[in-house]
């Protein structure tokens, strides 16, 4: 997904993709899947390398892991641009998204997505993350990032976000970048959701002025 982005940042920074465990090259992984978890591995990828503080591209729940690494490992973290995250998490919230996670709904009604997740993470592996990540996000309902941990974040974050996007709120994406004491806002024009329709040269424009200010 962020090959065309790399390529396109890649003669200006020194890049690192991650991938969590459950998805992709690392479907195969077992156990179950939190926000947590993706944050130490995020960790334990930086200390593999020797990398001592990054600037973090997080995109949907990429950006959730990036805040909360922010808040809780501030000495790792340069700065924080996210893109298409959710941050309004409710239990109500979490059974809402809950119930549009069922692979056998999506295969039936959207084939050309599930198909896009089977080359992804892998048939029948794509079933199995989107019924882990379905008990992640029941977790996120009850237990997420708060008001207190967004206000002790001390690096600068960009909250980023399409104006399309039917996923993400845009008042409460607006919120959190005001709780941020460094935190700013962005809405990208006839942008939705899929990363796979962002206009990736406007993004790539969009990070790179950021990481510039700074």
Not at 30 to 57: C, T
Not at 97 to 110: C, D, S, V
Not at 171 to 184: A, N
Request: net charge neutral; aromatic share 10%; hydrophobic share 40%.
């Amino acid at each position: 997904m962020f090959d065309a982005l790399c390529d396109s940042l890649g003669s200006r920074f020194s890049l690192h993709r991650l991938t969590f465990s459950g998805h992709g090259e690392k479907s195969d992984y077992q156990g179950s899947l939190n926000i947590e978890l993706f944050a130490s591995e995020v960790i334990r990828y930086l200390d593999e390398r020797n990398l001592k503080k990054v600037h973090v591209f997080g995109y949907s729940m990429g950006g959730y892991v990036a805040l909360l690494l922010a808040a809780h490992h501030s000495s790792r973290i340069k700065n924080v641009f996210t893109l298409a995250t959710v941050f309004d998490w409710s239990p109500e919230r979490a059974d809402k998204e809950r119930a549009m996670l069922n692979p056998e709904k999506i295969e039936l009604k959207l084939p050309a997505f599930a198909d896009s997740l089977k080359k992804l993470h892998g048939d029948p592996q794509w079933k199995i993350l989107m019924n882990k990540t379905s008990d992640l996000m029941c977790e996120l309902g009850n237990k997420h990032l708060s008001a207190a941990d967004f206000a002790s974040i001390t690096c600068p974050v960009r909250i980023g976000l399409g104006d399309r996007d039917k996923m993400v709120s845009i008042d409460f994406s607006l919120t959190v970048s005001r709780q941020i004491p460094q935190g700013s806002f962005l809405v990208l024009p006839e942008t939705a959701h899929p990363f796979e329709q962002v206009d990736i040269n406007r993004l790539q424009y969009e990070i790179q002025s950021f990481l510039n200010q700074k």
